[in-house]
């Protein structure tokens, strides 16, 4: 295996569950361009999403993937990452939300989380708000990008990019010159900024091999138990262009004093 690996133990995530308005009481205030939402930290906490600054024994182990992410981005000169999995349901996206809240936390850091799942995008629903703009509609060039960028109360270094709506044309959308005009607005809007991509399953649509050629990492999510060495074995052919900085074990059943 080309990849080196980083265990994450964590337990099998549960599917993603769209939070009503009245759970995540999401309000809007002002904050100059970018809409900042304030979303209930119960809520949150019912999605297993870390709370502010990545605090708590939970955090413990997504500080240790954070640090072990960054050193390895820093060593290629690399700002931008892709979360991808082979499979849906082995906590990619879960990992990508809280590996951005874990970056943000460092304060030497800044993190944008963009959800690029296109088939089925979900952070904005663990997140509890719904999006006015998202990065669909940058695609097609129907809104620019700081219109759907949005902040969240409290997690100060955060900037979320959701994606609006399910797109049937997706790998059309990630393969046209504006995706890379807009990677390129993303990358080099801040120098501390780290780019996390939350993709679709590598195995089951051509999204994230349409969508390698623009960025410069990738980290690979893996479910114990699910996972098949096969198919692992094909996602990192298909992504050998990429500079895989590890995988995450995610589901193990091996017993454990704390959370994860």
Do not use: W
């Not at 939402?37 to 240790?64: C, H, Q, T, W």
């Not at 700081?146 to 100060?156: D, H, K, N, Q, S």
């Not at 120098?191 to 399953?201: M, Q, T």
Request: glycine share 6%; with cysteine; hydrophobic share 40%.
């Amino acid at each position: 295996m080309s990849a080196d690996s980083l265990i994450f133990r964590g337990k099998p995530p549960g599917a993603p569950r769209i939070v009503h308005d009245a759970d995540a009481r999401a309000v809007e205030v002002v904050s100059g361009r970018t809409r900042v939402i304030d979303v209930n930290p119960f809520a949150l906490e019912r999605e297993r999403i870390l709370p502010s600054g990545a605090a708590g024994p939970r955090g413990v182990a997504y500080k240790m993937l954070r640090t072990q992410v960054l050193r390895r981005l820093d060593k290629i000169k690399a700002n931008s990452l892709a979360v991808v999995g082979n499979e849906p349901g082995i906590g990619k996206t879960l990992t990508a939300i809280n590996l951005a809240i874990a970056v943000a936390a460092d304060p030497d850091r800044t993190a944008l989380l963009v959800d690029l799942d296109l088939h089925k995008p979900s952070i904005h629903q663990r997140l509890g708000f719904v999006p006015e703009a998202g990065i669909d509609d940058c695609l097609r060039q129907e809104r620019p990008l700081r219109e759907a960028l949005v902040r969240l109360v409290g997690y100060e270094r955060l900037t979320v990019l959701p994606a609006r709506e399910p797109c049937h044309n997706s790998s059309e959308l990630l393969s046209t010159q504006r995706t890379q005009e807009l990677v390129k607005e993303m990358r080099q809007r801040y120098e501390d900024r780290v780019l996390i991509f939350d993709l679709p399953p590598v195995l089951q649509t051509d999204d994230a091999l349409a969508f390698s050629r623009h960025i410069e990492a990738a980290l690979v999510v893996v479910g114990e138990g699910r996972t098949q060495r096969q198919a692992l074995m094909r996602t990192l052919d298909l992504l050998r262009d990429l500079t895989i900085v590890g995988t995450v074990l995610n589901g193990t059943r091996e017993a454990d004093k704390t959370y994860y």
